[in-house]
């Protein structure tokens, strides 16, 4: 059974900060790209930041330089830092695992969410 269970949502003010945490289990998780998606009420799902084992990171435009992706093979863990936190940031925040078995082929996973409110 794939489980991705994320953590570390709330609300915070303006220019405040939030670190979410993801833990996968039932997957072999180094081979796997993880990755952070957020969805706004009546937004498209967006991806803000992903990771792979032998690359570095990647992010959305709008949170280049606020937030940083990072993860821990050996916790099966991967971790969004979000700092300088805007109320533009406000979405739900999802974790995705994903891996290429062949050219035709891509197994996708999804965490439940957690929300992030950023709020004066």
């Known amino acids: 059974q794939v489980q991705l269970v994320e953590s570390g949502g709330g609300l915070v003010q303006p220019g405040g900060s939030l670190r979410l945490s993801c833990a996968a289990s039932?997957?072999?998780?180094?081979?796997?790209?993880m990755g952070w998606y957020r969805q706004a009420p009546g937004k498209q799902r967006e991806l803000v930041a992903g990771i792979t084992s032998g690359s570095g990171p990647n992010y959305a435009d709008s949170v280049k330089g606020r937030f940083t992706i990072s993860r821990d093979n050996a916790k099966n863990a991967v971790y969004l830092q979000m700092n300088s936190l805007k109320p533009e940031d406000t979405a739900v925040y999802y974790c995705?695992?994903?891996?290429?078995?062949?050219?035709?082929?891509?197994?996708?996973?999804w965490g439940q969410g957690t929300q992030v409110t950023v709020s004066s």
């Open positions: 995705n695992a994903d891996h290429r078995l062949s050219d035709a082929t891509v197994v996708k996973y």
């Open positions: 039932g997957i072999t998780f180094s081979i796997y790209a």
